[in-house]
């Protein structure tokens, strides 16, 4: 029975995982998914997985500027590359999509000379920058296929999406808010606390004194996120999808991946290959070729992963 409550959210994600699994083997059968996966031409598929590297590349690039931001100009961007690709070896193995950044966290925290909560706290800018770029791509793309009844929906879901932004941004970014609501000041029976507390709202708070990194860190983010479309885009032409054009997946690929980084289910298994049967059947792709984009998908952030653990193991 303890061991039941103990680890009752990890059986929650395991049966999230396995609902959505067994809905989409109802749907696509095994032999009709091993069929689209037979018909790969694999030196495209060998092009998108080499594509993947420049989308690395460039959030290390952007994870960097932000780091430089809080005067961490002594870490490497080839530094930051191993750690993104150790990240991505636990993101496929830990719970969720965002686990690998608790490893980046800990193993940069520890290897920094510098204060540890603001290098963490980049950690978690970049994932907000990263969101914020994904967001402005797909409100774009859903701006220019308005006529699109289907689309036109997620308005809505971005509308929220823009508003708990604004709303962390007055919270964060102005002190006289943030007195009023949270007051540090006033929790002095739990000191450590309380200085951890005060040293990440420092740390974010500086971002405002450095606007020109955000901006710089935002048009990286954008370029990142154009080169992951474009690398999803390569795999859907390696399985011949031919339904879907680019601009469809600059609209679908920023919101699938977005929602995916949910934790409610088993390092995102089922739920990122339900989210790409749903959207991309909005534009006509059938659901065998959805879901077989989404393992080749699984399958070369398994590839990378690898190499990512092998940096991990022999580092």
Known sequence: MKFLKKHMGLIGKAAISLAIVVFLLRTVS?????????????????????????AFFLGSLRWRILLKAQKHDEISIWRLLRLTL????????????????????????????????????????????????????????????????DLRILLKVMLICYLMIFMFCILFLSKKITKKFLPLALINKWQKASRILRDIYNSIYAYKLRKRFLISAFCVSLCAQLFLVL?????????????????????????????????????????????????????????????????LIRICAILWGLLGGAVYLFK
Request: charged share 10%; hydrophobic share 50%; glycine share 8%.
């Open 231 to 295: 690398a999803i885009y390569i795999l859907g032409i390696s399985l011949e999808i031919t339904v879907a054009k680019f601009a469809d997946y600059l609209t679908l690929v920023p919101i699938i991946q977005t929602l995916s980084a949910l934790p409610i289910s088993l390092s995102g298994l089922g739920l990122t290959e339900g989210l790409y049967v749903y959207f991309f059947n909005l534009v006509g792709v059938v659901t065998k070729s959805a879901f077989a984009l989404s393992v």
């Open 86 to 149: 150790i990240g991505l070896f636990f993101n496929n193995f830990l719970l969720g999509t965002n686990g690998g950044d608790i490893i980046k966290a800990v193993y940069l925290a520890k290897t920094s000379s510098h204060k540890k909560t603001s290098v963490v706290t980049t950690i978690f800018m970049d994932r907000l920058v990263g969101f914020l770029s994904f967001l402005t791509l797909s409100t774009a793309m859903v701006l220019l296929n308005y006529k699109n009844p």
């Open 30 to 54: 095994l032999d009709q998914l091993a069929e689209s996966l037979k018909g790969v031409y694999f030196n495209i598929f060998f092009l998108g997985l080499i594509t993947f590297a420049s």
